[in-house]
């Protein structure tokens, strides 16, 4: 909390495992449907928008939790809901082409879960150690949509257990309404 203990502590979002995941997934989903989606297509765009509102309501649920956890619950929900549309898009994809969506025990998809990537760049580094047959065939863009499905899993699990923290601290701790009725009744105390 604050100095006063009105207004708790509030951001710090980077530092958040969940955070950190949605950012690399906007940037893979820009590079993939930059490479894979028609550019004009609705899907390029709500694929886009999905992965940035992952990002973008993390941040702000962080920075409204100062005032409001449940703004902060709210918003980290529609991050959360934001990841699940864009999961289905991915999966879409793959099915709709005919394309593989690998199980979780496919040795690339191994390789590329032990890489533990944190940001594009590693991505691109594991996309080039596969071997050419698993880049190539049947596309190049399925090891991409698995990637991104593998990282997609990993934020909703994160965000599942965020939401869960959230609520569990709501319940002990209550909200501003609360912290501010703590302060005014401690400082009639004091003032008697």
């Known amino acids: 909390m604050g100095e006063d203990g009105i207004i708790a502590r509030h951001g710090g979002y980077r530092s958040l495992k969940s955070f950190q995941i949605a950012q690399l997934i906007y940037d893979l989903t820009v590079l993939f449907c930059n490479r894979y989606v028609e550019k004009r297509s609705r899907t390029h765009d709500q694929m886009v928008q999905a992965a940035r509102s992952g990002v973008q309501n993390i941040a702000e649920g962080s920075q409204a939790s100062g005032t409001s956890k449940k703004t902060e619950m709210k918003l980290t929900s529609v991050a959360r809901a934001s990841l699940e549309e864009l999961k289905l898009d991915y999966q879409d994809y793959l099915r709709q082409r005919g394309l593989p969506e690998w199980p979780p025990e496919h040795p690339a998809l191994l390789s590329f879960k032990e890489r533990r990537s944190k940001t594009l760049n590693d ?33 909703c699990y994160l965000l599942d257990r965020q939401l869960e923290a959230q609520a569990a601290a709501f319940e002990k701790e209550g909200g501003f309404t609360e912290n501010l009725y703590r302060v005014r009744v401690r400082r009639r105390a004091q003032n008697r």
């Open 123 to 155: 991505v691109k580094d594991w996309f080039r150690s596969l071997s050419v047959s698993v880049r190539a065939s049947p596309c190049p863009s399925v090891p991409l949509a698995n990637a991104a499905l593998s990282l997609l899993n990993l934020a």
